[in-house]
Nanobody, 119 residues
Framework: QVTLVESGGGLVQAGGSLTLSCVAS???????????MGWYRQVPGKQRELVAT???????ILADSVKGRFTISRDNAKNTVYLQMNSLKPEDTAVYYC??????????WGQGTQVTVSS
């Protein structure tokens, strides 16, 4: 069982920046290897949507709505994925969820972190 813990959410004014972090861990003695990691977001009443993903080899996919503003990166040694968010807009307000897929195809979600962008 892999646990994902997000951090870095908060309240920021439009045009500001935030960096989200997500660390993957497992009980002591449990081996795991993560392939893809990513960030999704969800607002009330809407489906969860992809923001960005990154493979172990650091190939990335970003949603059109965040290209040029958000950057996804990862540290494989630390099992950590980051989302650098610049030029934030009110429409970026959402709960951001970390996602990870292990090499044996198990999929895990974090508990979510709130990002609120005020106009």
């Amino acid at each position: 069982q892999v646990t994902l813990v997000e951090s870095g959410g908060g309240l920021v004014q439009a045009g500001g920046s935030l960096t989200l972090s997500c660390v993957a861990s497992a009980p002591s003695g449990t081996a795991f290897r993560i392939n893809a990691m990513g960030w999704y977001r969800q607002v009330p009443g809407k489906q969860r949507e992809l923001v960005a993903t990154i493979t172990r080899g650091r190939n990335t996919i970003l949603a059109d709505s965040v290209k040029g503003r958000f950057t996804i990166s990862r540290d494989n040694a630390k099992n950590t994925v980051y989302l650098q968010m610049n030029s934030l807009k009110p429409e970026d307000t959402a709960v951001y969820y970390c996602n990870a897929e292990t090499i044996d195809r198990y999929n895990y979600w974090g508990q979510g972190t709130q990002v609120t962008v005020s106009s």
